[in-house]
């Protein structure tokens, strides 16, 4: 695995990464994210229609939380995940804990973590932890690590002895990947931890560079453990010790502004939980990104004019994050990207979710029938949204590049930003119920 950079703007990196997957035919371009999935599926989606979307990231990730529990049935089937779970040709990523689900704090010690399964609580020792992975059988995975240390008031000898931990749990892990066969060819991330202490971050980094590692996770700079301003600080230190050659994948951020703040610190990879969290809230993705014409529509095949974006100006900002130690109350809170489609206004909206779009949903349905689904709490409601969602999202990092590209990044930074706020009145949406 290698990152090719071609250009940095602005601290942004823009490049590929090459050689991903037991025989490196695979290749990812930067910045840019990871399909989500739980169990290796996409929520709310088959793989057929999953793979109706064009542009899919080579990239699945994979989280233990969902695998732990059939740790048994895995080293039975003896063929890994990807057969397993019938995926398609897919570099896959293992992650240690869901993105998208809040873990209760306090079930960590200096020789376990935990993960949370439909079943409980399943308690992780390094041995047990890379058995699962040797069970898996993904292409890369992130090292065990203690990562609670986001939550306000961690005292800084609780940050150090996590950054300790992890330092430990990477040395034993890569100790035992080695020595397992079927891990070889199989590239592992280290972990940066350090809550929101500067000292700790920069000493976590720049061990973790040390060992022979893959790449690096960057953890407990989620949405909901800090503000924007102190999230760049510490990542645009930390990136100062971590080698250009290695990508950086940033854990829990997925907002569109906060993507685009970490970008320009220097993030190359993103976990794409947001269109799963933005779809279980029943709305559906509308900001604005394009720049000339539709990056969707490059992606469908299908030719349409440039988007446009027509915001209900009443959906205000919402989805503050200052500081909250609850993870799962910022995530149930409305974003200004999207709208509430079971708000009584959609009711005899004939237009498609945005206009221009080339998604399946959007070429096909109008915003008052996903209202009728999601007032009638039809399953079909969520697998429109997801498609739609997971489509918007994608073509946003296609953007994205794409203005890197083409030197525009200001150009889209303030169509992504100031087009979902213009006008706004400043009412609450996440708190409308319609």
């Given at each position: 695995m290698k990152l090719e950079l071609s250009m940095v703007v602005q601290g942004c990196r823009l490049g590929v990464l090459t050689g991903l997957g037991r025989a490196g035919q695979h290749s990812l371009e930067v910045p840019g994210c990871l399909l989500y999935t739980r169990c290796g599926t996409v929520p709310h989606l088959t793989q057929d229609t999953l793979h109706t979307l064009n542009n899919l990231p080579s990239v699945t990730q994979l989280t233990l939380n969902t695998l732990a529990e059939h740790q048994e049935v895995l080293e039975e089937f003896k063929q890994g995940v990807?057969?397993?779970?019938?995926?398609?040709?897919?570099?896959?990523?293992?992650?240690?804990?869901?993105?998208?689900?809040?873990?209760?704090?306090?079930?960590?010690?200096?020789?376990?973590?935990?993960?949370?399964?439909?079943?409980?609580?399943?308690?992780?020792?390094?041995?047990?932890?890379?058995?699962?992975?040797?069970?898996?059988?993904?292409?890369?995975?992130?090292?065990?690590?203690?990562?609670?240390?986001?939550?306000?008031?961690?005292?800084?000898?609780?940050?150090?002895?996590?950054?300790?931990?992890?330092l430990a749990h990477l040395d034993e892990c890569l100790l035992l990947h080695h020595k397992t066969q079927e891990l070889s060819g199989v590239e592992v991330l280290g972990v940066v931890e350090g809550g929101d202490v500067l000292e700790e971050r920069v000493r976590s980094a720049r061990e973790t560079a040390k060992r022979p590692v893959g790449g690096f996770c960057l953890d407990g700079l989620h949405t909901a453990a800090m503000e924007t301003d102190l999230r760049t600080k510490l990542i645009t230190a930390v990136i100062k010790e971590l080698p250009e050659d290695k990508p950086r994948l940033l854990q829990g951020v997925g907002r569109p502004d906060e993507v685009l703040a970490c970008v320009e610190a220097g993030v190359d990879l993103f976990e794409s939980f947001f269109p799963f969290q933005v779809t279980e809230r029943g709305c559906a993705l509308t900001f604005p990104f394009n720049i000339t014409t539709d990056p969707e529509a490059a992606g469908t095949g299908v030719q349409v004019p440039p988007t446009v974006v027509e915001l209900d100006k009443s959906e205000a900002a919402i989805g503050q994050k200052n500081g909250t130690d609850n993870p799962q109350e910022d995530q149930t809170k409305m974003t200004p990207f999207e709208i509430n489609l079971k708000d009584k206004r959609y009711r005899e909206d004939f237009s498609p979710l945005v206009e221009g779009c080339g998604c399946y949903c959007c070429r096909n349905h109008q915003r008052a029938y996903l209202h009728h689904l999601l007032v009638t709490n039809e399953l079909l409601a969520g697998v429109l949204l997801m498609l739609h969602n997971t489509a918007h999202y994608y073509a946003f990092f296609t953007a994205l590049r794409g203005a890197l590209a083409s030197d525009k990044l200001d150009h889209l930074k303030k169509r992504v930003l100031e087009g979902p706020g213009k006008g706004m009145s400043g009412e609450g949406a996440g708190e409308r119920d319609g």
């Open positions: 990807r057969k397993f779970a019938g995926l398609h040709d897919t570099v896959l990523y293992c992650s240690l804990h869901d993105p998208a689900t809040s873990c209760p704090p306090g079930h960590i010690t200096n020789k376990t973590v935990s993960v949370w399964g439909s079943g409980g609580r399943i308690e992780l020792t390094v041995a047990k932890f890379m058995a699962l992975q040797k069970a898996v059988q993904p292409d890369l995975y992130q090292s065990m690590a203690d990562g609670e240390t986001w939550q306000i008031n961690t005292s800084r000898k609780r940050v150090r002895k996590s950054v300790d931990r992890t």
